[in-house]
């Protein structure tokens, strides 16, 4: 039975279940030193003085290094089209720029000294103006010198293409801004180095691929990729933000060097939510037109990207939106331009989705905003835009190769599965008894680009003794389930039972290549690269078969049930693999344990674009502003799904995600650039508390982009699931006259909207809610606050609400 499109449970869970995963802190090399980087407590300030002498003399304390130790050159910028005078130093010189930036570091014994003593340097600040708003910092001195534009990291635009809203019969404008938030991943930056015995630098993290990292530590150190050995195993998550060493990671190697020791680092939690780059922070100013038939015929968007204190790699996300900007709409006309800003913040980069959910929010929200200005269902508006299925694939006006699309197909499903009349009848139901649990159902269809860059990834199988298969992957997981994905596959192209297959990724000594594991590339990618090699292996077997059968290899053919090589027509006289292993073997002498090999780099001609439906439903208390998500219905197409519980998988996480962006997470400073949520006490991390069971609808559309038909689904949830829970919230309050409520949807936020709408009619509409509720309840109607009930609860009045 082919294992595709079934659900297949993780191998790969087994060890990490029974405690046996190979994490970063685990290691136990001799000699091991552990280091503590000083991080600047402001954001940004003069470096007037630095006193290390207390902490170089403290109990277990090696060494600590500071900027004038270090001989490496600046931390490489990740684009070539940034501002070439932004320049990250790997350790602050003689200026901090956001808190969180390391300054020195204590090299120790053991962790707690190296803790301790990081605690005595003492480090003089004379404190600067703060850059924390993108929007003020573009009017601002600048924060480098020699900048060709004031805090401006770089500029990008739609070229060629205007927006025309002279003939729109109506038009809309939404700001929105998409949250900063943290990736928060449950393993912290966590890497140690080490010169070994074969005089390389083996160099262990927690990444999303050990290839990219070495060419990345070979550039900073000064050395040949041949010099250095990557190893990156079990990874406890990372969402896009460990795609790229940072700089505490990338002196690692300089630090062991200097000691002659090996050298581990293990942020806390606290070091990582402000040192690790964050994700998303966007404004959004939305404009969008059409006719009061629902026809949209224009769009523009302007985009202030926050990119923090040294223009990372979030600088750049920009580009996605710009790729994606009209999602899955034929828009007439369309322009984008955005602007790059630095802040005295911790630096943005790339986050599950990594530009594609900034640019679905914003056109959903937009879609919604144009829809309520015309006075027409939002599901309407979107069915009337949709790109048609029969005109794929095609290019659309940002250049993107569209390959295949549904649309309309994806919002039926969800409809149907939402019961969306239903709920509409429920809603106005709601409205019309004045009921305090308002409703709210929110839409988003989306489409993504996945495999967007870096294209080719790299597979191999060999057979060796035994009859086995040690299959070889540059693709590197972080949860994915590779190792279940590519046996599935190698498993279906040779017959070779799934336990019998072994797969090796992570090492850069094992695997001659591999690139980053981002964008949801992985199957697409490194799946077609094994499937591929496993068709090569298996012709490669089947003509030792037939010289064990004594046939003509042309006349051989594989039973992929059974795993047997026989004569066509001829079932009753076969070898299997072991056979052939063995026969080779033979031959062979001592040529090795690999006996047959086939390798293959796969070169995709384009990306994919997966695209879906996402229906929210929430319940929205009047008079506290708190929101719960009661449904959430996801239909996404990924095309051909390899194995349904996996996909699954990916999509939960995916939609806990979106949600939990639209709903409570926000990396939030003070006016100072002081951090307010550097910790799991003040950032909330969404649980399976406040998620409803999700509902899913499986929508494939296999592209012709890969021999297995598959596009990616690892960061779909994210790019429907926040603009559809956010549209959900909005549209529970629009009858209140609210048009747009920015993410978070704290109960806070939520609440003060409904208050200013309310404000005029006090005494009327809400007066009349409040009492319906109070009522209801048996608690005592009045303006002051209520007194205590039997119970002992305090139910608050009017004037403690207005208080909050």
């Known amino acids: 039975m082919a ?24 290691l136990n090399w001799d000699g091991m030193a552990h280091a ?26 090696i060494d600590v290094v500071t900027a004038a130790d270090v001989d490496l050159g600046p931390y490489p910028s990740p684009s070539p089209a940034f501002d070439t005078a932004i320049v990250r130093p790997m350790l602050a010189t003689d200026r901090v720029r956001f808190v969180g930036e390391p300054i020195a570091v204590v090299l120790a014994d053991t962790p707690a000294a190296a803790i301790d003593a990081a605690e005595l340097v003492v480090v003089d600040y004379e404190l600067l103006p703060a850059l924390v708003d993108p929007e003020a910092a573009l009017d601002s001195p600048a924060l480098f010198e020699g900048m060709a534009e004031p805090n401006v990291v770089v500029r990008m635009a739609l070229e060629g293409e205007q927006a025309d809203f002279d003939s729109c019969e109506a038009v809309a404008e939404v700001r929105t801004v998409n949250n900063r938030i943290a990736p928060c991943p449950l393993e912290t930056r966590v890497a140690a180095s080490r010169w070994a015995d074969d005089g390389r630098l083996h160099h262990v993290n927690a990444g999303q691929g050990s290839h990219p990292v070495r060419a990345g530590l070979a550039k900073i150190l000064g050395l040949d990729r041949e010099q250095m050995r990557v190893i990156s195993r079990d990874v406890g998550g990372s969402f896009g933000a460990k795609a790229r060493p940072h700089p505490e990671e990338a002196l690692l190697g300089w630090l ?13 939690r606290s070091d990582d939510m402000v040192g690790l780059v964050h994700g998303r922070g966007q404004i959004q100013y939305c404009r969008i037109g059409g006719n009061r038939d629902g026809r949209i015929t224009a769009y523009q968007l302007h985009v202030v990207q926050q990119a923090g204190a040294y223009g990372n790699m979030g600088a750049g996300l920009p580009g996605n939106a710009k790729a994606m900007l009209a999602g899955c709409y034929d828009i007439d006309t369309l322009g984008f331009t955005s602007v790059s800003v630095l802040t005295n913040t911790t630096p943005t980069g790339p986050y599950r989705g990594a530009g594609r959910p900034e640019a679905a929010a914003a056109i959903e929200r937009a879609v919604d905003v144009f829809a309520a200005e015309i006075g027409m269902d939002p599901a309407e508006v979107r069915r009337k835009n949709f790109l048609p299925p029969e005109a794929f694939p095609l290019e659309t006006r940002t250049g ?17 599965a939402a019961d969306y009349p239903a709920l509409r009848a429920e809603q106005a139901r709601r409205r019309a008894d004045g ?3 308002l409703l709210g159902i929110g839409l988003a269809t989306y489409v993504e680009r996945t495999a967007g860059i870096g294209r080719s990834e790299y597979g191999a199988v060999e057979l060796v003794s035994g009859g086995r298969i040690v299959a070889r992957t540059g693709s590197s997981p972080y949860g994915q389930g590779h190792h279940t994905s590519w046996a599935m596959l190698i498993s279906d192209r040779t017959g070779v039972p799934m336990d019998q297959i072994d797969v090796v990724h992570g090492d850069t000594d094992e695997v001659p290549r591999g690139e980053v594991t981002g964008g949801s590339r992985s199957v697409q990618l490194a799946g077609s690269a094994i499937w591929e090699a496993s068709g090569t292996l298996v012709d490669q077997a089947r003509a030792v078969a037939a010289t064990l059968l004594e046939a003509d290899p042309a006349d051989i053919t594989l039973d992929t049930t059974s795993g047997a090589f026989h004569v066509v027509g001829t079932p009753a006289v076969w070898v299997d693999w072991s056979a052939v292993a063995e026969h080779l073997a033979s031959t062979n002498g001592t040529a090795g344990p690999r006996l047959l090999h086939a390798e293959e780099v796969f070169d995709s001609e384009a990306p994919t674009f997966p695209f879906g439906t996402h229906v929210a439903v929430v ?16 239909c996404d197409d990924a095309g051909t799904i390899l194995n349904p519980l996996l996909a699954a998988g990916q999509v939960h996480g995916g939609l806990a995600q979106g949600a939990a962006q639209a709903l409570f997470e926000e990396f939030v400073y003070d006016d100072d650039g002081n951090p307010l949520t550097g910790n799991f006490a003040d950032y909330p991390i969404i649980s399976a508390a406040e998620l409803p069971f999700f509902d899913r609808v499986v929508l494939e559309t296999p592209t012709h982009i890969n021999p297995l038909g598959a596009k990616g689904i690892g960061e779909s949830g994210t790019v429907g699931a926040t603009p559809a829970v956010q549209n959900a919230v909005v549209d529970a309050v629009a009858h209140l006259g609210i048009r747009h409520i920015d993410m978070p949807l704290t109960p806070q936020r939520v609440w003060q909207a409904i208050t200013e709408a309310t404000a005029d009619t006090v005494d009327g509409a809400y007066a009349s809610a409040a009492e319906s509720y109070m009522n209801r309840e048996g608690i005592p109607v009045g303006r002051e606050a209520a007194s205590p009930d039997e119970s002992g609860r305090r139910y608050p009045g009017r004037s403690e609400l207005h208080d909050r």
């Open 619 to 634: 319940e929205v208390d009047r008079h506290t502003g708190n929101v719960e998500l009661r449904q959430l219905v996801a």
């Open 3 to 26: 294992l595709r499109g079934t659900s297949v449970v993780r191998r790969e869970d087994a060890p990490l279940l029974r405690g046996r995963g190979q994490f970063v802190a685990n």
């Open 36 to 61: 503590c980087y000083v991080t600047s407590t402001v954001s940004h300030a003069v470096i007037a003085g630095l006193d290390v002498g207390d902490a170089r003399s403290a109990p277990g304390v």
């Open 400 to 416: 993107m190769p569209f390959d295949t699309g549904a649309y309309e197909a994806s919002l039926d499903a969800a409809l149907e």
């Open 256 to 268: 062991a060097t200097r000691i002659g020791r090996p050298v581990m680092w293990v942020p806390s």
């Open 435 to 437: 009921d305090v649990k």
